[in-house]
């Protein structure tokens, strides 16, 4: 089954960036979507950006115009770059991922089969 392992978490200040990493493997589809998630203390699990085999994206809309969700396939590594950071980005960042997913997939997480264990992200200002 697909394994996914994120990176990139850490401490920033106040409109600093960050990228995360999600390294994959195991996959076996040849059509497969991932996204990240990301959940705050006392929070629900939100979705933040995905991105699918065919290129078609998604972004909350809280995180347009800052986030940029790439894949590098032949890493098999997925990444999110975060810039201009708010405390409200403040959460642990989940990568999930979804075989043959569904023509009208989008951001919520039942959609999705795979997680990863997650990496913190700190924003202070």
């Known amino acids: 089954q697909v394994q996914l392992l994120e990176s990139g978490g850490g401490s920033v200040q106040v409109g600093g960036s960050l990228r995360l990493s999600c390294a994959f493997t195991q996959v076996t589809a040849n059509y497969i979507a991932m996204a990240w998630f990301r959940q705050a203390p006392g929070k629900e699990r939100e979705g933040v950006a995905g991105i699918d085999t065919e290129g078609t994206t998604f972004y909350a809309n809280s995180v347009k115009g800052r986030f940029t969700i790439s894949e590098d396939n032949a890493n098999n590594t997925l990444y999110l770059q975060m810039n201009s950071l708010k405390p409200g980005d403040s959460a642990m960042y989940y990568c999930?991922?979804?075989?043959?997913?569904?023509?009208?997939?989008?951001?919520?997480?039942?959609?999705?089969?795979?997680w990863g264990q997650g990496t913190q992200v700190i924003v202070s200002s």
């Open positions: 999930a991922a979804r075989e043959y997913y569904p023509r009208d997939w989008n951001l919520d997480q039942r959609f999705f089969d795979y």
